[in-house]
């Protein structure tokens, strides 16, 4: 194990799920040298094998222990000791480590570097690109010195049939199942932004209500508050040890009851394990200040540069 960098433990299941999102989640603590404790979640990975993966903050002895939701399930039950030896890095997250924001007003390395967030919005890009046409994006965004890419996690209205193979993050509506090669495929292009020493930066759940067949809709919108849970969850157990900031919905409705709910989401979500910097993507010219004080939320964002004028009602 380095410091700052993606460790990971693989596990098989004494179980084989019909529908693993619904029926186990797993989690670890793990317990740096000097005390402090981290809970991270794990996530399935097809037939028996679960992972657990987590970035160590401080070099020396950790210890650590799984647990899960289906206590019958010994295979995901394990404890254990590791070194974590210093970082080695090639990018500036390995030499630096991952985000924080600090005072609640800027972002910086782990070890007190800051870090100016440069993004460029490829929101379509893991889910569509070929892994050549990706690997050139990046290589061009690293040429301009962008260092951070956003993007979207899941279908959404910008692509509602999923990927480019035609595959959707998950089946069903109600009650989802995972669609575990549409998350293989995605984690190649993930993988391909943090070797290239670029900051990872995901919408998890796109928000916006744009068509009446639920199946099409846009899952921050369409799913119901537990199904948006274990899907969020999940991408963040595949994700949450590299270099990421979160954006837990995008274009979401954030007044009234909407607040309400993705203040449910995000508590559920966040509110009880170690993760990355997390924010909401806001629609156009809307205000997100009444999120302000949330435990799990760490910084605002507004969007301005659309929907001023009489173009945005065309649009």
């Given at each position: 194990m380095r410091l700052w960098q993606r460790s990971e433990w693989h596990l098989k299941s004494s179980k084989l799920y019909d529908n693993p999102l619904q029926e186990?989640?797993?989690?670890?603590?793990?317990?740096?040298?000097r005390g402090a404790t981290f809970r991270v979640y794990g996530f399935w990975d097809g037939g028996l094998d679960w992972r657990i993966r987590f970035a160590p903050d401080e070099p020396g002895d950790w210890t650590f222990a799984t647990s899960c939701s289906d206590k019958t399930n010994k295979g995901l039950i394990i404890s254990g000791s590791v070194y974590c030896a210093e970082a080695n890095g090639e990018t500036m997250f390995g030499q630096r480590g991952s985000l924080q924001v600090t005072n609640k007003s800027y972002l910086e390395?782990?070890?007190?570097?800051?870090?100016?967030?440069?993004?460029?919005?490829?929101?379509?890009?893991?889910?569509?690109?070929?892994?050549?046409?990706?690997?050139?994006?990046?290589?061009?965004?690293?040429?301009?010195k962008v260092n951070t890419v956003q993007w979207v996690a899941t279908q959404w209205r910008g692509a509602p049939d999923g990927d480019s193979k035609g595959t959707k993050a998950y089946r069903g509506n109600k009650t989802i199942s995972l669609e575990l090669p549409?998350?293989?495929?995605?984690?190649?292009?993930?993988?391909?932004?943090?070797?290239?020493?670029?900051?990872?930066?995901?919408?998890?759940?796109?928000?916006?209500?744009?068509?009446?067949?639920?199946?099409?809709n846009d899952p921050g919108f369409t799913l119901a508050e537990e199904q948006a849970i274990l899907l969020a969850r999940y991408m963040?157990?595949?994700?949450?040890?590299?270099?990421?900031?979160?954006?837990?919905?995008?274009?979401?409705?954030?007044?009234?009851?909407?607040?309400?709910?993705?203040?449910?989401?995000?508590?559920?979500?966040?509110?009880?394990?170690?993760?990355?910097?997390?924010?909401?993507?806001?629609?156009?010219?809307?205000?997100?200040?009444?999120?302000?004080?949330?435990?799990?939320?760490?910084?605002?964002?507004?969007?301005?540069g659309h929907g001023d004028g009489d173009s945005y009602d065309r649009w």
């Open positions: 186990a989640q797993l989690s670890a603590v793990f317990t740096a040298p390395h782990a070890d007190g570097t800051p870090f100016f967030y440069l993004a460029d919005t490829a929101w379509n890009g893991p889910l569509l690109a070929e892994p050549e046409d990706w690997q050139h994006y990046l290589n061009t965004r690293l040429e301009q549409f998350f293989q495929r995605l984690e190649l292009k993930h993988d391909a932004i943090i070797k290239a020493g670029l900051l990872s930066a995901p919408v998890l759940l796109w928000a916006i209500e744009w068509h009446e067949d639920p199946d099409k963040v157990a595949r994700w949450g040890a590299d270099p990421v900031i979160w954006f837990l919905p995008g274009d979401a409705d954030y007044q009234g009851a909407n607040a309400d709910r993705w203040r449910r989401i995000g508590q559920a979500v966040f509110g009880d394990i170690h993760h990355a910097p997390v924010t909401l993507h806001p629609n156009s010219q809307q205000w997100i200040g009444n999120f302000r004080g949330e435990p799990w939320l760490d910084f605002l964002c507004y969007q301005s």
